[in-house]
């Protein structure tokens, strides 16, 4: 199983000596730290265990500057390696960095007691019982880079804590630590898997970005590989990337897989009074953020989006670590509800479901949250249903049905003439509606929805109706104010629409169609004579021919159209 190491330590406790002295690897590359001696940026080693395996080893920075940086290194580790002087003991920075490793949910690992030459036996004894004061459940172990005595025994330490697997099931996703390019290769992006796997000809995300790339090749340590997996220290070479174009604290994703955020819902941790303002680290990435809560619950609203899934763990810093938090919902809608944060934290499936889906969510959504594994979303979840590839709770849908019907029933009595509403004005704009709107018990016709049964009906308008019917039978032709009541009653063959606001009877339309064929040409003033009415009944008539497709108008003559002939 691949694994990942993280060193801790105060500022020239050994930890990078340490680290040469286990790999044989200085992982201060940078001009600057071979100079000064200390450690300023993340170096990685590869570490052979005594049983075989090999670890990634990550070397933080122990300087309080460089927390920032000890941090995005931490992150993503499945283990420590706390490095205490033996000399001095616990230091500042030594227990802020075991406050960050607890806060990452890094609960296991390996205390060395360095520089064990340099000190008598008392006080080496002192050292490793302070440490084993400090840290109850790590092994204890005494070394010196210098002599090498304590290695083998370290290295055996290390093989000896259990490490929970990485889900290899989840999607791809690598938080970007470290750019740079090479010559003849181009843009290069190392990081740590945290999930999923890499393979060269895989397309991935760059997030916060929003860019699609293709991986050339993928390196573990220097040496070309296949396929890196989840848990490995992972170096991805992105061509088609200029280095600008790509920064610590970015992340490489499988597409549509995770969401991209300016806010996050927290179960607070808190090491010293959280202030409204803090910078969050999410991954390798460090954002201003804003703090919303509600006792033990946080909404962060960053500056930037970020990517996250449930689970996930977030450090909140000022001038010093003041807390922490763990993702309850990656992409929360704005406001803290911590009802439904509760029911987040209890992982329950179900209620997970009932509680996200304000409105319908993918089943991907779902995964990219963290909140459902693929498993789970194939069970039969009580109260929860689906449409197409959408997810949503019986309770939800109950809603929607009743609000729809409320609407159509309040148009049925206002709207008696018509009782439908247009499909497109019956359920909002969005993506899911056309997978949701066969479960809404309605009828559909043509465009429209209905209550089921639903009809047209004269109601209050039949006086209006017989006053218009008759007015029509007597002049062939009346103006109509109630366009509703024209529209019913030409769609009930009662009468025929003609102009702006007129109507004519269907006897005076039918018989002025058949006088069509027997008028050569059909001009206005042949075709009102023919039919024995008034010049504007006759010009509205003509019209109403054109419309409906019966004549063409060519200047002050019409010609039947050939279909129609």
């Given amino acids: 199983m691949p694994l990942t190491v993280g060193t801790a330590g105060h500022i020239d406790h050994g930890k990078t000596w340490l680290v040469r002295a286990l790999t044989g690897k200085d992982t201060d590359r940078l001009p600057e730290e071979q100079a000064r001696g200390i450690s ?57 960095h075991l406050a960050v490793l607890r806060l990452l949910g890094v609960a296991d690992g390996v205390v060395a007691v360095t520089k064990a030459d340099a000190v008598d036996e008392e006080t080496l004894e002192l050292a490793i019982e302070e440490a084993r004061e400090l840290v109850p459940d790590a092994e204890v172990v005494a070394v010196s880079a210098k002599t090498g005595a304590g290695l083998d025994e370290l290295r055996a330490a290390l093989a000896r804590v259990p490490v929970e ?76 990337l200029q280095r600008r174009e790509l920064a610590r604290g970015d992340v490489l994703v499988e597409p549509g897989h995770y969401p991209l955020s300016y806010r996050l819902d927290l179960r607070l ?32 609203r960053l500056s930037e989006p970020v990517v996250a899934a449930r689970g996930d763990r977030v450090i909140l810093r000022t001038q010093t670590t003041v807390g922490g938090g763990v993702v309850l919902d990656p992409a929360p809608r704005r406001g803290l509800e911590p009802e439904r944060l509760a029911v987040l934290e209890r992982a329950d499936p179900k209620q997970i479901v009932r509680a996200l889906v304000h409105e319908p969510v993918t089943g991907r959504e779902l995964q990219a949250r963290g909140v459902l594994a693929p498993a789970e979303l194939a069970l039969g979840l009580t109260g929860v249903r689906s449409a197409g590839e959408y997810i949503f709770s019986d309770a ?11 609407r159509l029933a309040a148009r049925a009595e206002s709207h008696p003439l018509d009782p439908g509403i247009p499909l497109a004005e019956l359920l909002p704009a969005e993506p899911w509606a056309p997978n949701v709107l066969n479960l809404l018990e309605i009828e559909r016709r043509g465009a429209k ?74 001009t206005l003033a042949s075709f009102r004579d023919a039919a024995g009415v008034g010049r504007r009944t006759a010009q509205l008539l003509l019209e109403r021919y054109d419309a409906d497709g019966l004549t063409l108008r060519r200047g002050d003559v019409r010609v039947l159209r050939r279909s129609r002939g």
Avoid: C
């Fill in 396 to 406: 939800w849908l109950g809603e929607l049905r009743a609000g729809v019907r409320e």
């Fill in 165 to 240: 697997e990485r889900d290899a099931a989840r999607a791809t996703r690598l938080y970007v630590d470290r750019v740079f390019t090479l010559q003849g290769v181009g843009t290069v992006a190392t990081g740590t898997l945290w999930s999923g796997s890499i393979s060269a000809g895989d397309m991935l995300r760059v997030e916060p970005r929003g860019r699609t790339v293709r991986v050339r090749s993928v390196q573990v340590h220097d040496a070309p590989v296949e396929t890196a997996e989840a848990g490995q220290r992972v170096a991805v070479n992105l061509p088609t």
């Fill in 449 to 522: 929805g209905y209550l089921p049964g639903a009809t047209a009906a004269l109601g209050a308008r039949a006086q209006a109706a017989s006053e218009l019917e008759a007015q029509l039978v007597q002049e062939g032709i009346a103006r109509v104010e109630d366009k509703e009541l024209a529209a019913f009653l030409e769609d009930a063959g009662r009468l025929r629409r003609v102009g702006d606001g007129y109507a004519v009877s269907t006897a005076l339309y039918d018989r002025g169609r058949q006088l069509l064929t027997q008028l050569d040409p059909i």
């Fill in 269 to 300: 941790q808190e090491l010293d009074e959280v202030p409204a303002a803090v910078t969050a680290h999410v991954g390798t990435k460090a954002v201003p953020a804003r703090v919303a809560r509600s006792g033990t619950y946080a909404q962060l």
């Fill in 40 to 96: 300023i940026d993340l170096g990685y080693a590869p570490l052979e265990l005594p049983d075989g395996r090999r670890m990634s080893l990550v070397d933080v920075p122990g300087h309080e500057r460089f927390v920032r940086t000890m941090i995005a290194g931490a992150t993503g580790i499945d283990l420590f390696l706390l490095v205490i002087d033996a000399q001095e003991g616990a230091r500042p920075q030594t227990l802020e």
